[in-house]
């Protein structure tokens, strides 16, 4: 399953492009360390303290690549998670207005659009009874509640005709109360959330342009520049990371 | 007497939003540019971005230009939200009908007399089919919409096309199903409801200190000077200051409308226009301040000769 997210699918490559960064990063680091704490570069000359701060960035990055797969791994069972109201309910319409259940299986999988529903469809179609289907793919891709779920629907579609209509109502009875206690549960990490975005994303920049300009009359500094980083960098970074926060705790809530 | 084939009506699909929005999020930008451009003709003077009025200007611009967006975005969560709520209504008169024996375009048609927002695309629907589409062929102007309870309504007609007798019953069940989410999603946006507040008290709060800042502490400050005839703000420009406040405002109420939209789980940026509105009142105030500034009272300030 991680394959699907390798760099050219491959594990290899994937572990060759991660350690680009840091053998590029640990060049002027090399060369530092060979030249006694000091190393030039064209017409600069880098010293010990700036050649780490570069491996450590170069690092950063060859790790951040290493664990890109395990996080879009982990991004698609949260979706996953988050859209199985939705795929039970679809799955139910569609058995109760007369479609066969592995069919509406099928436009659920085409709908959603995850790896994971894809790979257990793969698995049904080549003949793996659909049960089994969802425990070979959660072997592939580690354990999580989702699968359970998707367990008893696999198998309430192997009961099929009346039962598996009433097991599919029964359960998304049972998925949407969950959301409620989610919904409760993204309220108080939201109102979190808003505290913080209020006293650091407005509070803390009226404070700094109150205060900056008054120690700059004390001082004589100016203060120009800082309050322009204040106004076009920071406060836009503070709400990008509120804005971003927000979506994750909402989406869990949403449907 | 005129014979015709009935008019279709065709809403804009999500791909056409989503040109629009393209555009409708550009023109900032381009009107940005043509401010840029035309400054210097206009004024007679080379645009000075440090200036307070220059930036009153170009923020009032990027107010005017960012309405139509914000408008729009706040008219397609609102359609939205409309058109979820309805959808109970409209199946609850569709499974009467289907009881009572209606054919199926016909227990449509009837039943989009209890919604007032759905009605548009049902109609349209009813007509395609009325014109020769199948149930199925027709459910496509349902689609389109960010809506996934709308698709999931075109999913299950489709499906009910395809179906025979005893409709009603499945109609009842997934009526319920959707009540369901509709009433969930409901409690949502109640819940949060209370995060737009924010968005007015964040800009409140900047709104008044910053004003109080500049009358009562730069603007006094500015004009008094020290027994040496030294300024007694040393560095600070007042009209930098004021300028970089006017920005300061205008970045905020811009990421304050995109993050409370975030906070209320809209799925536009449908709290744009509450921020617009507190830029507009915003650039007023600051545009008092700085045409009435040499009314302002200034406070004298005796400084002992040593």
């Known amino acids: ?255 | 007497m005129r014979f015709g084939l009935p008019k279709i009506r065709v809403e804009l699909s999500s791909r056409d939003k989503k040109l629009v929005r393209y555009v409708s999020f550009s023109l900032p930008v381009i009107s940005f540019m043509i401010f840029l451009a035309l400054h210097e003709k206009i004024m007679g003077v080379p645009i000075n971005f440090l200036d307070p009025k220059d930036a009153l200007l170009i923020s009032f611009i990027t107010a005017v230009s960012l309405v139509p967006a914000a408008a729009l975005e706040f008219k397609w969560e609102w359609e939205l939200v409309t058109l979820e709520n309805e959808i109970p209504a409209f199946l609850s008169a569709l499974e009467g009908n289907l009881r009572a024996g209606l054919p199926m375009p016909r227990a449509i048609h009837e039943a989009s007399k209890y919604v007032k927002f759905l009605r548009g695309r049902l109609l349209t629907m009813v007509k395609a089919m009325y014109l020769g589409s199948t149930l199925e062929e027709a459910t496509k102007y349902l689609r389109g919409s960010k809506s996934n309870l709308l698709e999931l309504m075109a999913d299950y007609l489709s499906m009910l096309s395809r179906s025979g007798e005893e409709m009603y019953r499945t109609v009842r069940e997934f009526r319920e199903a959707v009540e369901t989410i509709v009433s969930y999603s409901k409690r949502l946006r109640d819940a949060t409801r209370s995060f737009l507040a924010t968005l007015y008290l964040v800009m409140f709060v900047y709104l008044v200190s910053t004003v109080i800042f500049l009358a009562t502490f730069i603007y006094p400050l500015s004009q008094q000077t020290t027994t040496v005839g030294m300024p007694l703000i040393g560095k600070v420009n007042p009209d930098v200051m004021t300028s970089l406040v006017i920005y300061g405002v205008l970045v905020e109420a811009v990421t304050n409308g995109v993050v409370v939209s975030y906070f209320t789980g809209s799925r536009h940026v449908s709290s744009l226009i509450h921020a617009l509105i507190l830029l507009f009142i915003s650039i007023a105030v600051y545009a008092v301040l700085i045409f009435m500034k040499s009314a302002l009272p200034i406070p004298t300030v005796s400084i002992p000769k040593t």
Request: net charge positive; glycine share 8%.
């Open chain 1, 1 to 255: 399953m991680l394959s699907k997210y390798y760099l050219g699918r491959s594990k290899l490559l994937h572990y060759a492009a991660a350690s680009i960064p840091i053998a590029m990063g640990s060049f002027p680091l090399i060369l530092v360390l060979l030249g006694g704490g000091k190393a030039r570069f064209g017409k600069g000359v880098i010293t010990l303290p700036e050649a780490l701060v570069v491996e450590l960035v170069m690092a950063t990055i060859g790790v951040a690549i290493i664990l890109l797969p395990r996080f879009m791994l982990s991004s698609e069972l949260d979706k996953l998670n988050l859209r199985l109201p939705y795929i039970v309910l679809k799955m139910k319409t569609m058995i109760a207005a007369g479609e066969p259940p592995l069919k509406a299986f099928e436009e659920v999988v085409k709908d959603v659009k995850l790896g994971i529903l894809d790979l257990i469809l793969k698995e049904i179609l080549l003949g793996t009874p659909p049960a089994e289907a969802v425990s070979k793919v959660q072997k592939l891709v580690g354990k999580n509640p989702a699968f359970d779920v998707l367990k008893r629907v696999m198998t309430a579609i192997e009961m099929g005709g009346e039962s598996t209509s009433m097991f599919l109502k029964d359960e998304f009875e049972g998925l949407m109360s969950d959301k409620d206690a989610e919904l409760r549960k993204a309220i108080e990490n939201l109102s979190v959330i808003v505290e913080l975005y209020m006293s650091m994303g407005v509070f803390a920049p009226v404070l700094g342009i109150i205060m900056l300009s008054s120690l700059a009359i004390l001082s004589g500094a100016n203060v120009t520049p800082l309050i322009m980083l204040l106004v076009f960098i920071a406060i836009p970074i503070f709400s990008v990371f509120s804005a971003v926060m927000a979506k994750k705790m909402v989406e869990r809530a949403l449907l």
